[in-house]
Nanobody, 116 residues
Framework: QVRLVESGGGLVQSGGSLRLSCTAS????????MGWYRQAPGKQRELVAS???????NYADSGKDRFTISRGNAKNTVYLQMNSLNAEDTAVYYC??????????WGQGTQVTVSS
């Protein structure tokens, strides 16, 4: 079982930056990839970025060159540095974990609102 706690969302002006954090507790040694998804009103949840245990990263086109995903030294924390934010980035951001046993866990979500 993995429990995810997110922080770092909020209100920011267009062009600004935010850093999201997510810490996993429980049997986090089973974690394979960690990542961030987002869901805007009326839209489907979509991948923002993910990072594997080995450090391989994957970004959605919308965040390339603006977002950076990283993991903490203990491998149970994942960060998402978001720069040059715009109104289209407004959404609820969810932390996601995929384990080696092919189970998926989600955080409760953190709201990111970008004002133009």
């Amino acid at each position: 079982q993995v429990r995810l706690v997110e922080s770092g969302g909020g209100l920011v002006q267009s062009g600004g930056s935010l850093r999201l954090s997510c810490t996993a507790s429980g049997t986090f040694f089973s974690i394979n990839t960690m990542g961030w998804y987002r869901q805007a009103p009326g839209k489907q949840r979509e991948l923002v970025a993910s990072i594997s245990t080995g450090g391989a990263t994957n970004y959605a086109d919308s965040g390339k060159d603006r977002f950076t995903i990283s993991r903490g030294n203990a491998k149970n924390t994942v960060y998402l540095q978001m720069n040059s934010l715009n109104a289209e980035d407004t959404a609820v951001y969810y932390c996601h974990v995929h384990t080696w046993s092919s189970r998926d866990y989600w955080g409760q979500g953190t709201q990111v609102t970008v004002s133009s």
